[in-house]
């Protein structure tokens, strides 16, 4: 004979885990997601919405019950129930949250993966394996050698961001243009090369899913497509200074030929708006 109160217990957990996964699915925090690595850091973060929202009202809810059902009666001065020890339970509360997160850590880094995240930052870095085409681009900067791209696939847009205290700085080598915005076309392999003049900044884009360290003496490589046109804001995400909170710029998601409008009005002329 099963307990009433078992069926309830169990009933409002099916409905809370259905409740927190609407909630994940349906809720929606995050901005516009404007580069190919958006919906795969989204897919993440529903998962993450869920079990979180799963665990908050779970708690909160229990914590709030227990208040109110088992709070001391008008003249109970008595002690509570000497309670000691409750192996399945304790078993349970253990399992249960060391499946979550080996689930969220594995889930986790194979998001991050996806993301080309365990990509080598540097192009110091030493693959034997093979040379990517932003080795291929960035090893040739200065030395005269970049070769052409391998058919089929889309040559990505070199561009050479430097920060400072208190501006990034987007250098395009191809047409020498210098700007304190960033243009990109839509659809469009982007491969950035970074690096700092003084201290460590980080290039952050919420509405790409992206944040990179930008760090002196060690250049970092970032990889993108956007994919959705817009002015989107570009943060610096890393303490980097008293105007840390100023250091702001933009970046100019447009269409190829809006692109290649403002590529021919800028290049060879040096502008710096920052
Ligand atoms: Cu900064």
Known sequence: MVKTSTILSISIGILLIIGGVWVGQNV????????TNAPVYDELFKVLF???TILFVGITGLVIYSLIKFRRRPGDSGDGQPIEGNLPLEIFWTAVPAIVILFVGIYSYDIYDRMGGMQPLSNNAHNHHEMSTQQRLWGGIGSGSVSSSTPGEEEPIPIEVTA???AFLFHYPKGDIISGELHVPTGHPITMRMESKDVIHAFWVPEFRLKQDVIPGQPTILNFTPTKPGRYPIICAE???PYHGGMRSTVVVEGM???????NKNSKTVETTA
């Open 28 to 35: 929606d925090l995050l901005p516009v997601d404007a580069s």
């Open 50 to 52: 869920s079990i979180g």
């Open 164 to 166: 400072m205290q208190f």
């Open 239 to 241: 303490l980097c200074g």
């Open 257 to 263: 030929d809006e692109y290649q409008e403002w590529f």
